[in-house]
């Protein structure tokens, strides 16, 4: 029997990470997946970013994941989204070449020493005592290891859904996973069902784009990865998406089949994604809405496919093609392949800790969508936390977890966690309450010290990131004391519609005006000090040191509050604390304090029933 450190089981989007970053820390690593051409294969959309989801991203890369680096070289459009509003909610989008990417990441399995894949299908979870100690595949294999991640994606037990039509398959033309839910069960682990869906696709050539709204990509597009090389990016062609829309008409058809619609019957028993709903459920629950957009996205430079985004759908394929073809566009429409829903098992994360390895089992992990979460980018984050714990828990190394105030991998963690989910949880900006300091534009700044600490970040990366660093810290104080003269400022405030001097500003407070240009800024002051030229230098610096003067206020009561919050986020909670002990902590409090088991007292407090009466009371007890 092969014996390896880490033995990843799936070969998504969570396992690519959850095997990459443990390899490059030296540890021998098997990824287990049923197809070895279809690691990170978009089964859904083959997009990645959008609203937070960019952000986290940014964070995968500046810890040394590689989702990022995949995107840049796949990458067919890159837009930021919501640049009209604050730096806080700017995110980074790209749609991808959707084959290219599996390509892709393939590649970057196979050029890392130490992984080796094995096309199989995991079936049963090998304990001794408590401890992981292997796995039994379909094929009867049985290999050992130190620790197991389970980044099982939509195929445990997955079953399809069109109409009254079912398939069994985690998604369209590839088999579901069976044994594996049954083996943790056993093992003592809860199991529940959710469900997701994916849109019609259509042939790009039956499309009227004509009377379609396009959506091209920025002019200046801007990559995720600080390893690409912006001197060759784009890397690809860029091509444009179209927007159309349903209206009344198509509402009404698709009324038609509801009444076999297996969401509506019960057929589909699994909680489906309250942020990204079947078109049918968007009819049911938004009645005051006329019309919903949809947004037709190209699947790859060399595909006929259109993927129609905000049209998933479970309803019967005569519906569905009845209600496109009176959508604008899309009259003679062919369809290609029908929508179609997927239920399949998960494990409710409160049975992790913020390690993602499992409270029952010592050595093995849950990453991705096994965890209850929707989206490429919040399964990539999941997998490379859990690979990074793995190998540093082999290593006898100190565990890795990260603060809500640090990066929103630690918001989506501490959400899974402690408040659990039992419906597809997706992360948004509102969900990080300290937002402005996890800014997609800083993720290194915030991030990349730990990656170069776990040897994936490499130290010339990590030394210019930290040079920068100083030259941000210096400017930002030294601004304050460069001064503008009104004869020189004023006739570019008057141009800009902003009041005019009467005696000379530093350029810090300038800088705060809507409207005013740091760099514009800069070039009218006469100060030769080097910092300046340095900065005017380096874009990436100049922006930080923009969004830090005009947000200063507000960063600063962000940092305020996230000090307040870290006294309760620096007790510690020892393991072996029993709650049944401390009487006057309410019943339901006890009760989800046991179930979580949080590992400090800030954890414990976003935890949903308990109360603040009850913190106080934990604190007093921790104290005494």
């Known amino acids: 029997m092969k014996v390896y450190d880490i033995i990843v089981i799936g070969g998504g989007h969570a396992g690519i990470e959850a095997a990459i970053a443990p390899a490059k820390m030296g540890c021998s690593v098997a990824i287990v997946t049923m197809d070895k051409n279809a690691f990170g294969r978009m089964s859904c959309n083959p997009a990645i970013g959008g609203s937070a989801k960019g952000h986290l991203v940014h964070e995968i890369d500046s810890l040394g994941g590689v989702m ?19 730096p806080a909610v700017w995110a980074g989008r790209c749609q991808s070449d959707r084959d290219l990417y599996t390509i892709e990441a393939g590649n970057f399995i196979a050029n890392i020493p130490g992984i080796d894949v094995i096309e199989d299908s995991v079936t049963d979870i090998v304990c001794e005592g408590k401890n992981v100690s292997g796995v039994i595949t379909k094929s009867g294999q049985e290999f050992g290891c130190k620790a197991a991640i389970v980044c099982s994606g939509t195929f445990l037990n997955g079953l399809m859904h ?16 069976y044994g594996l839910t049954e083996s943790l069960e056993k093992l003592g682990f809860v199991s529940g069902r959710l469900k997701t869906g994916t849109p019609p696709r259509l042939h790009k050539d039956s499309i009227d784009y004509s009377v379609l709204r396009e959506q091209p990509g920025d002019d200046i597009p801007e990559a995720f990865s600080f390893k690409t090389d912006l001197s060759i990016f784009p890397v690809l062609p860029q091509v444009p998406c179209h927007m159309t829309f349903t209206d009344e008409r198509v509402h009404k058809v698709l009324e ?17 994604p309250r942020y990204c709903p079947s078109i049918e459920d968007k009819i049911v629950r938004f ?12 699947e790859g430079l060399n595909s006929d496919l259109i993927y129609i985004n905000g049209f998933s759908s479970s309803l019967p394929e005569e519906i569905q093609e009845e209600a496109l073809r009176l959508i604008k566009g899309l009259a003679d429409v062919k369809i290609i392949r029908f929508a179609y829903a ?57 565990d890795f977890t990260l603060k809500r105030s640090e990066a929103y991998i630690g918001v989506l963690i501490d959400d899974l966690v402690g408040k659990s989910t039992t419906e597809p949880y997706r992360m948004f900006t509102s969900c990080a309450e300290h937002r402005l300091l996890l800014r997609q534009d800083n993720a290194d700044r915030r991030l990349m010290k730990y990656g170069y600490e776990f040897g994936l970040i490499e130290k010339e990366d990590f030394e210019r990131v930290s040079e920068r660093e100083a030259l941000i810290l210096e400017s930002i104080s030294s601004l304050k004391s460069v001064k503008i003269k009104p004869d020189v400022i004023n006739p570019y405030l008057e141009k800009k519609d902003s009041s005019l001097l009467k005696e000379s500003e530093s350029v810090d ?47 600063q009561r962000q940092i305020e509050a996230v000090e307040r919050i870290d006294k309760y986020d620096n007790i510690n909670i020892p393991d072996i604390l029993d709650y049944n002990s401390i009487k006057a902590i309410s019943k339901e409090g006890r009760e989800k304090l046991l179930k979580v088991k949080p590992r400090t007292v ?16 934990l604190v007093v007890y921790l104290k005494n």
């Not at 990022?68 to 604050?86: E, M, P």
């Open 68 to 86: 990022g680096q995949i995107s840049d070289n796949t990458g067919i459009q890159f837009r930021v989204l919501n640049k009209s509003k604050g």
């Open 256 to 272: 038609k089949g509801f009444d076999r619609s297996p969401l509506f019957l019960g057929k589909i028993k699994g909680v489906g």
């Open 509 to 555: 407070k300038l800088c705060k005006r809507p409207d005013i240009s740091l760099k514009e800024l800069l070039s009218f002051s006469n100060n030769h000090k080097p910092f300046l030229k340095k900065l005017t230098n380096d874009e990436k610096a100049l922006e930080q040191v923009e969004i830090e003067l005009k947000y200063e206020g507000y960063i």
């Open 342 to 398: 997927v239920e399949y098992d998960f494990f409710p994360p409160y049975q992790v800790d913020l390690t993602l390895e499992t409270k029952l089992i010592k050595g093995l992990y849950f990453a991705g969508q096994v965890n209850g979460t929707s989206g490429y980018e919040e399964a990539a984050a999941q997998g490379l936390l859990a690979g990074i714990n793995a190998a540093l828990k082999i290593q006898g190394r100190n």
């Open 162 to 177: 069109t109409g009254m039509k079912s398939f069994v398959g985690g998604r369209y033309g590839e088999d579901a996973s």
């Open 602 to 617: 800030g954890q414990a407090s976003r935890i949903l029933g308990v109360t603040p009466s009850d913190i106080s009371v």
């Open 287 to 298: 009645t005051d809405k006329t019309q919903h957009h949809l947004f037709l996205e190209p």
